[in-house]
C-alpha cells in the first residue's frame, strides 16, 4: 500500500516529500485512513485526490489526526477528500462487517491474526472474546466453526451496537454472544468455563490476565495474550513479552505453545501474540 502511493505520487511530489510520507494507509471498505506528517499538511488534498484516483473502491479519505487512544481505542478522522462518512462495510474471510471508524476501533491488519485463531478453534469450544470491538474474531470463528459458543465482551457502547448488527448480517446469532461492560465485571454474566480467552487489547491486557484466567475450563485453557513490546533487534523481540507473562502469571502453570509478531506498529515497536496454556 505504501509503495503504491509513493508510486502514484512520483512526478507530483519530490523526492524528499515522497520520503516523509509515513508507511502506508488503509482501507476499509470503501475509506481510505492515512497519517500525513506536519510537514506535508498543505498537501493533504494532492494525496487525497491521488488516492481517489488510483485506489479502485475508495470514494472517501480520511485523515487520521490523534493516535488511536481512551478505553474506547478511537481516533480522531478528518475528511480530506471525498464522500463525508465514517461508516463502510468491509469484507473479510467470508464475513461482512459494517463499521463506524469513528465510534469504534478496527484495523484490517489484523486479518491474518484473525484467521489464524479461527483456524485453531475446534468444534464444541466455548470461546470468550475479552475485547472484541465491532466483533471480528468472534463472527469469524463462528462463520468458521458453526459449532461454538463464543462471548463477545466490549466497554464501548458503540463498538458492542455495531457488533450486534454484524452477528446479525453474518447470521451467527445462535453462536456469538455480545456483552457490553468491562471485562473484569462482565465475567458474572458469562455462566460456563471456556477452552479459549481472546486478549486482543496489546496496551492492557496483562491487568486482565487473573480475569482471563479464571474465565478458563479445568484442568488447563488457551489465552491468546496481545502486547505491544520495543526491540532493537527483531529476534529478541518476545524476550519482553515473556518476563511479563512470568511475572503476572503466579498462581498457575503455564507453557508458551506458540508466539508470533501479529505486525510492526512503529520504528523496532510490535504487537505480539503469545499464546497459553494454563493450568487452572
Ligand atoms: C484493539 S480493539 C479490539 C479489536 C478487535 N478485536 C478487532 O479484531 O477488530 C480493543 C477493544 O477493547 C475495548 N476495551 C477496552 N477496554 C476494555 C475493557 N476494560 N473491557 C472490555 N472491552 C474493553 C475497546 O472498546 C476496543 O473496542
Known sequence: MARMLKKALTGIFNETEIQLLYGGFDVVGNIAVIKIPD?????????????????????????QSTPVSGDFRTRHLELIGGEDKTTTEYREHGCIFKV????AYFSPRLSTERQRIAELVQPGETVVNLFAGVGAFSIIIAKKVPET???SVDINPEANQQ????????????????????????VSQIEEK????????????????????KLLKTPYGV????????????????????????????KNRYSIVSKRIVREVGPRWYQVVLDLKIST
Do not use: C, Q, W
Open 39 to 63: 510537514s506535508l499538511m498543505t498537501k493533504k488534498r494532492i494525496i487525497a485526490t491521488t488516492l481517489l484516483d488510483k485506489i479502485k473502491p475508495v470514494t472517501t479519505v480520511l485523515m
Open 100 to 103: 463506524d471508524l469513528a465510534t
Open 163 to 186: 457488533a450486534i448488527e454484524n452477528i446479525r448480517v453474518n447470521k451467527v446469532n445462535k453462536n456469538v454472544i455480545p456483552i457490553l461492560g468491562d471485562a473484569r465485571n462482565v
Open 194 to 213: 471456556a477452552e479459549r480467552v481472546l486478549m486482543p487489547l496489546p496496551e492492557k491486557a496483562v491487568e486482565y490476565l487473573d480475569t482471563a484466567i
Open 223 to 250: 489465552v491468546h495474550y496481545y502486547t505491544h513490546t520495543y526491540a532493537s533487534r527483531r529476534e529478541n523481540v518476545f524476550e519482553d513479552p515473556t518476563k511479563e507473562i512470568k511475572k503476572n502469571i503466579l
Open 149 to 151: 459458543r463464543i462471548y
